[in-house]
């Protein structure tokens, strides 16, 4: 966990970062620099651990979901957080587990973010988000594992179960894609964006940018 010396006394946002499969957290910790985002922008980080050989159970009714909700509990216990602004952003095998965590545990989570992930309706466990949620999918266009079209589908079902409109809000100039699709029922959004790149975490420039477009949509998406 990192807590970045000089937070206000007022409470602050906590995020979940999830590493990849197989991918030990501090790897994840240092690839993605979230700690560093976290001392500027003023919240707590903390990076769990998948107990089952570094790979997160994305199922239903998983015992990660109660792990991880756990987690959020032990923290706010020790530390003030705002409890309506409790966010995770998943990696891979993370990235999956966090769009469980939109299915399963939408009264604790406000918004959660994913990379290089697939639904986690893919190998045919339901969900059923308790209320409308706001999901952003990052992705890579030549990533070979978390194949584009397997993103895009998982993309559209995050526009269904969540009411949203057919038409985004495109940003121009960007080198592929970057939309978001809202506002959706309960004025929740989806945020989509697309990097050239593999599977890897982006690196270099584009680093910075999903980093500040992640915090941004989290800051956008508190828990109603």
């Known amino acids: 966990m990192n807590v970045p010396p000089g937070l206000p006394g007022t409470p602050v946002p906590l995020l979940l970062s999830l590493h990849g499969a197989l991918q030990p957290y501090a790897l994840h910790e240092r690839e993605t620099g979230w700690s560093s985002v976290a001392a500027a922008r003023h919240f707590i980080?903390?990076?769990?651990?998948?107990?089952?050989?570094?790979?997160?159970?994305?199922?239903?009714?998983?015992?990660?979901?109660?792990?991880?909700?756990a987690v959020v509990e032990d923290v706010s216990r020790t530390w003030c957080v705002d409890p309506h602004r409790v966010h995770v952003e998943g990696f891979s095998s993370g990235a999956n587990m966090s769009a469980r965590l939109a299915?399963?545990?939408?009264?604790?989570?406000?918004s959660v973010t994913a990379y290089a992930g697939v639904s986690p309706s893919f190998t045919g466990s339901p969900c059923e988000p308790a209320r409308p949620i706001s999901v952003g999918l990052f992705h890579s266009d030549a990533d070979v594992i978390s194949l584009p079209p397997l993103a895009v589908a998982h993309r559209d079902e995050w526009l269904r179960r969540d009411g949203c409109p057919?038409?985004?809000?495109?940003?121009?100039?960007?080198?592929?894609?970057?939309?978001?699709?809202?506002?959706?029922?309960?004025?929740?959004?989806?945020?989509?964006?697309?990097?050239?790149?593999?599977?890897?975490?982006?690196?270099?420039?584009?680093?910075?940018?999903?980093?500040?477009?992640?915090?941004?949509?989290?800051q956008r998406n508190p828990l109603p």
Do not use: K, N
Request: aromatic share 14%.
């Open 45 to 69: 980080v903390a990076y769990p651990s998948a107990a089952a050989g570094l790979v997160w159970d994305a199922g239903r009714r998983s015992g990660d979901v109660d792990y991880l909700r």
């Open 166 to 218: 057919a038409a985004p809000v495109t940003e121009p100039g960007v080198p592929v894609e970057a939309s978001v699709y809202g506002p959706c029922r309960a004025g929740v959004q989806v945020a989509w964006r697309v990097y050239h790149g593999s599977h890897f975490w982006p690196a270099g420039g584009d680093r910075t940018d999903i980093a500040d477009r992640m915090w941004a949509f989290f």
């Open 103 to 110: 299915c399963d545990a939408s009264a604790v989570f406000a």
